[in-house]
């Protein structure tokens, strides 16, 4: 059975520190996906970034930097120098092979205080 | 591009009362839709997905009913809401068929039952 956990219920943390939001997941696939969205407070899940089972390869948009190891089931989220509008409840997902079904964790609850 | 349209935004209804929220999506043909729903707290519950018309997959036994009565549309009913049915409900579309294996989330709905 799939399963995504996030151990971190909140984090806070000063504005420009680095602050990582930490995914494990469980699946029986040998091909599966790895998603993470952001929520603001106005409550719409934003997708940040997907990842495929065979594509280890890590990846970095800016201040965001994703740890994909497929030894460990870990998809770790890293933000750099954290911002104010970083504050919002992040949610690590997976989806099976099919690509029909979603499972989500329960979500890291980030502050960033100014 | 492709986009997604879920209303009303804000809804508080009596116990006992029907519900009916409708989600349509606009800039793709036959993508898989779901409705989740967020209580107090963050957790994503899926309540139903459809792969297609008149398809849908019911994952938490419930006073709540999916329908989809055309391609791009889904609609989440309650013949006689309850008090535990309040949360923020969200639509969801993803196209795994055409890459599109993440999800796109509409706005949300946020439904209070009195």
């Known amino acids: 059975a799939q399963k995504v956990t996030q151990a971190q219920t909140e984090i806070s943390v000063v504005e420009k520190e680095d602050v990582t939001l930490d995914c494990v997941y469980e699946?029986?696939?040998?091909?599966?996906?790895l998603f993470w969205y952001k929520q603001p407070p106005s409550g719409e899940l934003v997708f940040l970034i997907r990842r495929n089972s065979f594509d280890e390869q890590n990846e970095i948009s800016g201040r965001y930097s994703w740890n994909f190891q497929k030894s460990t089931s870990s998809f770790n989220f890293t933000i750099t120098a954290s911002q104010v509008v970083d504050s919002a409840v992040y949610f690590c997902?997976?989806?099976?092979?099919?690509?029909?079904?979603?499972?989500f964790g329960t979500g890291t609850s980030l502050t960033v205080i100014p | 591009s492709q986009t997604i349209h879920q209303w009303p935004a804000t809804l508080v209804q009596p116990v006992g009362s029907p519900l009916s929220l409708e989600c349509t999506v606009e800039g793709t043909s036959n993508p898989n839709l779901y409705w989740y729903r967020q209580a107090a707290g963050r957790g994503l519950q899926l309540l139903f997905y459809?792969?297609?018309?008149?398809?849908i997959s019911s994952e938490v036994p419930q006073n709540l009913s999916a329908s989809r009565p055309q391609d791009r549309q889904f609609i989440l009913s309650s013949k006689k809401l309850l008090l535990s049915d309040s949360g923020f409900y969200l639509c969801?579309?993803?196209?795994?068929?055409?890459?599109?294996?993440?999800?796109?989330f509409g706005q949300g709905t946020r439904l209070t039952v009195v």
């Open positions: 997902a997976l989806s099976e092979a099919t690509g029909n079904q979603f499972y």
């Open positions: 699946t029986r696939d040998t091909t599966y996906y």
């Open positions: 969801a579309w993803s196209h795994p068929l055409t890459g599109n294996t993440e999800a796109f």
């Open positions: 459809s792969v297609g018309i008149g398809q």
